[in-house]
């Protein structure tokens, strides 16, 4: 897509997403565009769904991303867990636990 500066200058937000309480440090959308997940500064993930702008997910987090055919998405939490969730319901389909290791 081609953007001139009066082009991006007219352009004007088309939803608001507020649910995240502090700054987003990352931001994936669906391959389909249906749906959003972000990331925040308070360690938090937020799915949203993008026609209707309302919150359909949330949990602690460090990273996330959504598979290449957008049916999934995955998250890694500061618990050592990586969790897998199905896009279509925001609910866990997989999840892993890492046993901590401590540092000698």
């Known amino acids: 897509m081609k953007t001139s500066d ?7 937000p088309a939803k608001s997403f507020s649910d995240n309480q502090a700054r987003i440090n990352s931001l994936d959308f669906s391959a389909d ?3 959003m997940i972000s990331s ?7 799915m949203y769904d993008c026609s209707t702008g309302q919150k ?11 598979s290449a055919d957008g049916l999934q ?5 500061d618990d050592d867990s990586i969790v897998m969730y199905d896009c279509s319901t925001g609910q866990k ?7 901590h290791r401590s540092s000698k």
């Open 6 to 12: 009066k082009a991006i200058s007219s352009m004007r």
């Open 33 to 35: 565009g249906l749906q």
């Open 40 to 46: 925040s500064d308070d360690d938090s993930i937020v």
């Open 56 to 66: 359909s997910r949330s949990a602690r987090i460090n990273s996330l991303d959504f």
């Open 73 to 77: 998405m995955i998250s890694s939490s």
């Open 93 to 99: 389909s997989r999840s892993v636990s890492f046993p």
